[in-house]
């Protein structure tokens, strides 16, 4: 006899809100480790977080939670309005990734995973690649069997991808990669071949760190984070974290000789905060008031850093205020002169590095990698070779060490393939909802040049906060923009900004 | 079939252990929760206590877990070492309690205590002990029932003190109070009579909060404390909590008027700090290395706190440092006006604020009033009267409301009767220690005149924190001091300490 479906869908969001506030308490214990935990209490904080995930996993493959699932997940969505079909479907979708993966290959991908971050730091600090290779083969071969688990009739990498940017996929990746790939590289040449240097004296010198602080809260503040319910504190790297959206901890990190790096932390993690603060808030602990992709997560952060805070109205109005924080070197300095300053193009070797416009050939350069390793067209011996051949034809750049090219970033370390499209998908999307801004506020450029950041806010908040994963990513850019992600306008914006700061003429 | 006995000893490890970790965890949220969590937080916070604390609550009572116990209790004690024999007999006692009360008064009495806290802080607001008594009764009533199911053949208010301080009874403290009243009302008379006055004006004008901090913290670590293992941070009411004896995390506060109350307060929560990290290492996450009882640990706090630190040797190693913390307030003062002015006696209303010599009346008249309420010689609406009563008699104060009298302590909000004796009991085991610490290492007190504390910590270590919950209070009593605890040792300490103080002669 099958229960009452108004009782059985109580039961699940029950059991849903409970392995959320367990995932809250998670990510305060990982914030603590990062912000605050003597360093001492490395190994204990393990072993915590180990028996906290044991009992998730447990509450997560819970046989209960399977038959609630069957049974609702069979009724018609009719019976459910939006938000409640939209717990049931994430929920089974969780279900299904929990519990179709047999435990001895979760386990040997967990240790394998916390081991290989080791063996790779160690590697990456004695620059031999060699040394990580055997345990980089190993993972991918994990991955690849997890994804026949999980998605039989996917190729592998999709599967991968998917756990990152839900149904984004290499047949629609590829060709936005492509064509990003084609327009980037002779851009990037024609601003080397500009000649044009930016003045960035500004920038150099001291600027003591309580001031960088006070300048960064203040920002911070105006954007709308709410301190009430959040914090700002310092770590290695910064992050957005804590608990739920009552807890946001958002970090940054300061040097006393570069405010800016500080200063664009706190505003790229402001941008994470407020989507974090600001997710639907009359279904707290539930799936459908999740934050959306990994992608969709960068949009905000880069909506904020890049096409608000990096641009000329933003630095209009806080110029003044900068220029008090630091007299001395911002003497003299105008608008244009902090523009230009700040929006250098350097290629580089190291990816956190770089500047937005060669950013993408470094994430589009791991993804051709990244397919090629799943696909069997690349073996692992071969990748330090095509990176450093991808990076003299991307970048104009050929890495002098292993460090400087393939042994560079943790994620493979970690087992994490199929995340580093997210940060372009994410470059794009920003670009892109913020056309779709201009249009419904023209005077918007006026209104954050004269300080009125809330309308920006408040436009985020009600087309991306509150709609949680409501819809997919791609319905989602659909809704807001009016069309499907495209990357001409990121080229758009690209070139024009670029073409008009180095003064070149790109057709 | 029986399982092998090694093999069923080692999976209840693996249960223990895990439950200690989770237990760890609610110890950093707490600690977060006091310290560093945005306000906005709260309710979110309380969720996701509640979750984790229904984890522990099914890990307590696991039927599996009953199983194991019940094999392992009716071996031979001899098939196991004392710390595995202590690590059964403690699991079966907690089993024990967390199994035999039904859950529908477990689920009252929470909430209750919860709610009880609310409406105790708004009667303590509005000075109305009457708009408290009911909440008060009901919790008296529920905390028999559960004295009832735990142990039924016990007197409740044992069952109540037990969990606090285990197999101290009536019985044994009684006689022990008793004893200390007969001495300390006449000894606080005299006093008062002397009409002796403190020169305190060292002790007050502007102390500011980085210096006081700074001295606390070097104070902390001479002491001991270990700053990889540990932190010290500020919260409104001091504390001592965090995760394991990797992870121990102390508080203060600061006044910029008053650096005695922040230093003692460090100094008190160091003592705690010191019993958490150096709890035997070698059973980490297990019963046996946990600490013993509340009186065992406010021993700890006050061994260092009034035996060290408020003694002649501690004050003339620190009064360098001290004075050159604060020049100005500290000129031309001595060892012996410091001391006296840190040691001044004054019958006050409120607990918490209480010297040495009085204190212990301000417990004793509480515990009294615990007795009679749970043996039915008085009834809740008297307690006002009695309140005051006694305070006229033990200590000549008549309080002027409810909220300088029964109202002041939060404890009987929460349910927590039995918990007022372990203050002075852990007062006299100090005292008692110490006895036998000079009679060990008859040059200490030298030793810590030249600010050599290491020998204290050591002997505390060895006696006390390495022997986690190997013994009862009791045994490890006799142990150390070769006697069980007996009164005179703290009433001879203190008519000596202060008939000399206050130049009485007190025979």
Redesign the interface.
């Known amino acids: 006899m099958k229960n009452n479906v108004r009782d059985v869908y109580d039961s699940l969001v029950g059991k849903l809100?409970?392995k959320s506030?367990?995932g809250?308490?998670l990510g305060?214990?990982h914030w603590?480790q990062e912000v605050?935990?003597?360093?001492?209490?490395a190994?204990?904080?393990a072993?915590?977080i180990a028996?906290?995930s044991?009992?998730m996993h447990d509450k997560s493959t819970d046989p209960e939670l399977k038959g609630m699932l069957d049974q609702l997940s069979q009724c018609p969505e009719a019976q459910f309005n939006e938000f409640e079909w939209s717990n049931i479907r994430e929920a089974k979708r969780d279900y299904d990734l929990d519990t179709k993966v047999p435990r001895q290959l979760v386990k040997e991908l967990a240790e394998l995973s916390s081991r290989g971050h080791l063996i790779w730091a160690k590697a990456r600090e004695d620059n031999q690649f060699s040394d990580f290779a055997p345990t980089l083969k190993r993972l991918i071969e994990l991955k690849k069997e997890w994804a026949d688990c999980v998605a039989p009739d996917k190729p592998a990498y999709d599967a991968n991808i998917d756990i990152f940017e839900r149904s984004a996929t290499m047949a629609k990746i590829s060709p936005l990669f492509e064509k990003l790939k084609k327009e980037l590289i002779p851009l990037i040449r024609a601003i080397s071949e500009s000649g044009k240097m930016m003045d960035t004296a500004a920038l150099t010198g001291k600027f003591p760190i309580a001031k960088q602080e006070a300048l960064g809260r203040q920002i911070s503040e105006d954007m709308g984070f709410?301190?009430?319910?959040?914090?700002m504190d310092v770590s290695v790297h910064p992050f957005s974290g804590g608990?739920?959206f009552?807890?946001v901890r958002i970090t940054t990190r300061y040097s006393e000789d570069n405010f800016i790096e500080s200063l664009y932390a706190v505003i790229h993690e402001t941008g994470h905060g407020l989507y974090e603060q600001g997710r639907m808030q009359d279904w707290?602990?539930l799936p459908v008031s999740e934050s959306l992709t990994m992608g969709v997560h960068e949009s905000q952060s880069l909506f904020w850093e890049r096409m608000i805070a990096q641009g000329r109205p933003f630095l209009t109005h806080y110029l003044p205020l900068i220029a008090d924080t630091f007299p001395v070197q911002m003497n003299g300095v105008s608008v244009d002169g902090l523009y230009s300053a700040i929006n250098q193009v350097a290629p580089s070797f190291i990816r956190v590095e770089a500047d937005e416009v060669t950013y993408p050939l470094h994430v589009i350069l791991r993804y051709e990698i990244e397919v090629g390793i799943f696909d069997g067209s690349l073996s692992v011996e071969e990748l330090p070779e095509v990176w450093n051949q991808k990076m003299e034809e991307y970048l104009g750049l050929s890495p002098r060490t292993d460090s400087e090219g393939v042994l560079q970033d943790v994620h493979w370390s970690g087992g994490a393939f199929g995340y580093f499209p997210s940060y372009t998908l994410g470059a794009m999307y920003a670009c892109q909802y913020y056309q779709a801004l201009k249009k419904e506020l023209p005077d918007i450029e006026d209104q954050v040049s004269r300080g009125e950041l809330r309308p920006v806010r408040e436009w985020l908040n009600k087309n991306i906060h509150r709609k949680g994963r409501l819809y997919s990513a791609e319905d989602l850019c659909q809704r807001v923009t009016g069309e499907s992600l495209n990357s001409d306008h990121f080229i758009r914006y690209l070139k024009n900004k670029y073409g008009e700061l180095y003064g070149i003429n790109l057709g």
Chains 1, 2 share one sequence.
């Not at 709410?226 to 914090?231: I, V």
């Open positions: 809100q409970e506030r367990l809250a308490v305060i214990l603590d605050i935990m003597p360093k001492g209490g190994n204990s904080r072993r915590q028996v906290l044991a009992v709410s301190f009430e319910k959040g914090r608990g739920d009552t807890d707290p602990d």
